[in-house]
């Protein structure tokens, strides 16, 4: 029996031991962690505040749209940003958001780049959909994209080198279509009437000029669908009445349509095929 406490106490004693050296490796192995994670932290700061990290031209910065990427002039003419600039400084979701106030740019998106330093910039540009002229005003024609974003027309050359305008021309002060434009935008893309121009000048009664010759639409209003499927329904008019024989299409009442001739006597629902 006394034999048995002896292995008893011994074995005691020997796992004693074990468990004080494991708990002494572990708390190496510790340190040694704390050690290392200090140093690499240290390293990178190093690393990170020496010059070579700065961005000192916008010949740094790369901003492009799909396959196309932009000249120093146009980064600088949408980009704010002052030289020399830490590269670790910078904060891109700020730099996208800026772009973003940009009226030429619809999206962005804002990366660092170590090597070689600099910022890789990715943008969505906006598309015009018609040129804007307030013959009130003498100023320079804008531009308009689908939304309603008035874009200027020196800055989208800027972006775009190769410009190309759009052929539909809006007539009458931004600040009264504005708030109407995505609506009738959106139900004259969509028509299969070829339109030219859409005259806002008088916001009782928009006119588009068509190859019908000139629409009557109104004011603005919840007819607007309908006051263009009927207008598709038109398209064959020019088939039975010449259009110079038309002085205009009134299409405020989509329900019962008048064909103005240069006559004094208006044409009640034209038929059409």
């Not at 505040?49 to 700065?54: A, D, E, H, S």
């Not at 799909?66 to 600088?76: E, K, P, R, V, W």
């Not at 740019?105 to 780049?113: F, L, N």
């Not at 030219?196 to 006119?207: K, L, S």
Request: a positive charge; glycine letters at 4%.
């Amino acid at each position: 029996m006394a034999g048995i406490v002896s292995v008893s106490q011994k074995y005691l004693s020997q796992r004693r031991q074990k468990m004080r050296r494991r708990q002494q490796i572990k708390i190496i192995q510790a340190i040694w962690r704390t050690i290392l994670t200090s140093a690499l932290t240290g390293g990178l700061l190093w690393v990170a505040l020496q010059p070579i990290w700065v961005i000192n031209a916008p010949k740094q910065i790369v901003m492009k749209s799909g396959n196309q990427l932009f000249s120093q002039a146009a980064i600088q003419s949408v980009l704010v940003i002052s030289y020399p600039q830490s590269l670790w400084r910078i904060q891109p979701h700020d730099i996208a958001n800026s772009l973003k106030q940009q009226p030429t740019i619809a999206q962005a998106t804002v990366s660092r780049r170590l090597f070689p330093p600099g910022l890789n910039i990715e943008i969505q540009k906006r598309v015009p959909v018609a040129i804007t002229q307030n013959p009130k005003k003498q100023s320079s024609a804008d531009l308009l994209d689908g939304t309603g974003v008035l874009i200027p027309l020196e800055k989208y050359a800027l972006l775009n080198p190769n410009i190309k305008l759009p052929s539909l021309k809006v007539l009458g002060t931004p600040e009264q279509y504005r708030p109407y434009w995505s609506q009738l935008y959106l139900s004259l893309s969509q028509s299969s009437v070829k339109i030219m121009e859409i005259d806002w000048q008088d916001p009782t009664n928009i006119i588009l000029k068509t190859e019908l010759g000139n629409i009557h639409l109104g004011a603005i209003s919840p007819q607007l669908t309908e006051q263009i499927k009927v207008l598709a329904q038109m398209r064959y008019l020019s088939a039975k009445i010449a259009s110079s024989q038309i002085n205009y299409i009134d299409l405020t009442n989509p329900a019962s349509p008048l064909v103005h001739l240069n006559q004094t006597k208006p044409e009640l629902n034209p038929q059409t095929p």
